[in-house]
């Protein structure tokens, strides 16, 4: 079956510094990849999509790697900072047949402290 | 725009209990879809819907009926609540291939 994983041990970095989750997958090729995050108390937000012909994706201060190769996705978020700290949810698009949907991860914890 | 909404916020049953979450958007987007959200699991598709009268079910589907009726709205059934359907449901809208735009959930707990 398809299994998704995310670093379970949560993140804490310094304030500045990078930040760098890890989305691994196996067991299936994805036609895309997708990184929410989630707040305490509050649904997923959207944040990034990356396509599997495309190996890199920034948006301002994040940043999307996707390696088919190794079926992994890296996220990085560059001069961090506190208003970063959240859970970060990596979704791989399963794209087989009929069989078209999101397996998501459980997420990575980051902490940015100041 | 308020995008997603979900009511009630907070909810608590009793085994053999019925109700209704609600979900309703104004994004006029034609994929709606429920998820619930359980510790040490990562979200699970319960039912969803490409359109007004048209459903599907998800990964974890029993024990939960969904109807259609009108673009905007998608409620969430629970005919008969078990404890097991204790967990933090959300709701999620999309147009097309863009990204699912998520409420911000119902916290339910079935004693």
């Not at chain 1, 804490?12 to 989305?23: D, F, P, R, S, V």
């Not at chain 1, 994805?30 to 599997?52: K, T």
Request: hydrophobic letters at 30%.
């Amino acid at each position: 079956s398809q299994k998704i994983e995310q670093n379970s041990e949560a993140l804490n970095i310094q304030e500045g510094k990078t930040a760098t989750l890890t989305c691994n997958y196996t067991n299936y090729s994805p036609a895309y990849l997708q990184w929410y995050r989630q707040d305490p108390g509050r649904g997923p937000v959207f944040l990034l999509l990356i396509r599997e012909n495309e190996k890199e994706k920034r948006k301002e201060r994040l940043k999307v790697t996707f390696d088919t190769t190794l079926k992994q996705s890296l996220f990085h978020i560059t001069a961090s900072q506190p208003a970063d700290s959240a859970t970060y949810l990596c979704a791989p698009r399963l794209n087989a047949g009929n069989n078209r949907k999101l397996i998501w991860g459980l997420g990575t914890s980051l902490a940015v402290n100041p | 725009n308020a995008g997603v909404t979900q009511t009630p916020k907070f909810q608590v049953l009793k085994t053999g209990q019925s109700m209704t979450l609600q979900c309703a958007q104004d994004m006029n987007h034609e994929y709606m879809s429920w998820y619930r959200q359980d510790p040490g699991m990562g979200l699970r598709l319960i039912h969803y819907s490409v359109g007004a009268g048209i459903t599907d079910q998800g990964e974890v589907p029993n024990g939960y009926n969904v109807s259609r009726s009108t673009t905007e709205d998608f409620p969430l059934r629970l005919l008969s609540a078990a404890p097991s359907q204790t967990s933090v449901y959300f709701c999620a809208s999309k147009r097309g291939n863009q990204p699912q735009h998520f409420g911000d959930g119902t916290r339910l707990s079935i004693l």
